[in-house]
């Protein structure tokens, strides 16, 4: 479950928005970035693997997305 935080109005920058959710400590932004890749990149491994080539059309993500 998602906590609500306190983030100014004024991070609309994505990174800024990132630093403020985790207190502007750069290194547990960093791991959480790295921890959620990790989840998406499961994610992508189960999908592609239920998914049939029909179903996409034969595309598959290239290694830019790994």
Same mark, same amino acid.
């Given at each position: &479950?998602?906590?609500?935080? /306190?983030? !100014?109005? #004024?991070?609309?920058?994505?990174?800024d %928005?990132? &630093?403020?959710?985790?207190? /502007?400590? !750069?290194? #547990?932004?960093?791991?959480?970035?790295? %921890?959620?890749?990790v989840?998406?990149?499961?994610?992508?491994?189960?999908?592609?693997?239920?998914?049939?080539k029909?179903?996409?059309?034969?595309?598959?993500?290239?290694?830019?997305?790994?």
């Amino acid at each position: &479950m998602l906590v609500e935080r /306190n983030i !100014p109005a #004024a991070a609309s920058n994505p990174v800024d %928005a990132a &630093m403020a959710w985790h207190g /502007n400590d !750069p290194r #547990a932004t960093i791991e959480a970035l790295l %921890a959620d890749r990790v989840r998406l990149q499961e994610q992508l491994a189960m999908a592609r693997a239920c998914i049939s080539k029909g179903f996409t059309r034969g595309w598959f993500p290239g290694r830019e997305f790994e």
